[in-house]
Protein backbone atom coordinates (compact mmCIF):
# COMPACT_ATOMS: atom_id res chain seq x y z
CA UNK A 1 0.00 0.00 0.00
CA UNK A 2 1.13 3.40 -0.73
CA UNK A 3 1.88 5.69 1.84
CA UNK A 4 -0.20 9.23 1.81
CA UNK A 5 1.97 11.79 1.09
CA UNK A 6 1.66 14.72 3.15
CA UNK A 7 1.70 18.69 1.34
CA UNK A 8 1.38 21.69 3.07
CA UNK A 9 -1.07 24.44 2.72
CA UNK A 10 -2.33 27.72 4.24
CA UNK A 11 -5.99 26.42 4.35
CA UNK A 12 -7.36 22.51 5.86
CA UNK A 13 -10.73 21.73 5.13
CA UNK A 14 -10.41 18.60 7.13
CA UNK A 15 -7.88 17.16 9.07
CA UNK A 16 -6.95 13.97 10.95
CA UNK A 17 -7.09 13.49 15.19
CA UNK A 18 -3.65 14.60 15.43
CA UNK A 19 -3.87 17.82 13.69
CA UNK A 20 -7.58 18.29 15.39
CA UNK A 21 -6.06 17.79 18.97
CA UNK A 22 -3.14 19.94 18.31
CA UNK A 23 -5.62 22.88 16.98
CA UNK A 24 -8.10 22.50 20.32
CA UNK A 25 -5.07 22.03 22.69
CA UNK A 26 -6.51 19.06 23.72
CA UNK A 27 -5.60 15.59 23.99
CA UNK A 28 -7.34 12.85 21.21
CA UNK A 29 -9.96 11.55 23.21
CA UNK A 30 -11.45 15.06 24.22
CA UNK A 31 -11.03 16.04 20.57
CA UNK A 32 -12.37 13.22 18.97
CA UNK A 33 -15.39 13.77 21.44
CA UNK A 34 -15.89 17.20 20.13
CA UNK A 35 -15.45 15.98 16.28
CA UNK A 36 -18.46 13.82 17.26
CA UNK A 37 -20.27 16.72 19.21
CA UNK A 38 -20.12 19.28 16.02
CA UNK A 39 -21.14 16.07 13.39
CA UNK A 40 -17.73 17.29 11.95
CA UNK A 41 -16.77 13.43 11.49
CA UNK A 42 -15.86 12.10 7.95
CA UNK A 43 -14.64 8.78 6.18
CA UNK A 44 -12.69 8.61 3.66
CA UNK A 45 -12.15 4.87 2.96
CA UNK A 46 -11.00 4.11 5.97
CA UNK A 47 -9.69 7.26 7.19
CA UNK A 48 -11.47 9.20 9.83
CA UNK A 49 -10.95 13.48 8.83
CA UNK A 50 -12.55 15.95 10.51
CA UNK A 51 -14.19 19.14 9.06
CA UNK A 52 -12.88 22.15 10.35
CA UNK A 53 -15.21 24.88 9.53
CA UNK A 54 -17.89 22.58 11.36
CA UNK A 55 -15.32 22.74 14.38
CA UNK A 56 -14.99 25.97 14.16
CA UNK A 57 -19.11 27.06 13.80
CA UNK A 58 -19.21 24.39 16.77
CA UNK A 59 -16.37 26.32 18.91
CA UNK A 60 -18.31 29.58 18.53
CA UNK A 61 -21.55 28.90 19.18
CA UNK A 62 -20.44 27.28 22.58
CA UNK A 63 -18.18 30.31 23.28
CA UNK A 64 -21.39 32.68 22.63
Do not use: F, H, P, W
Not at 22 to 41: D, N, V
Amino acid sequence: MNRTKMRETDEQITVDIEKLSAMLSCGYATARKIGEQAEARIYIGKRVLYSVDKIRRYIGVLSE
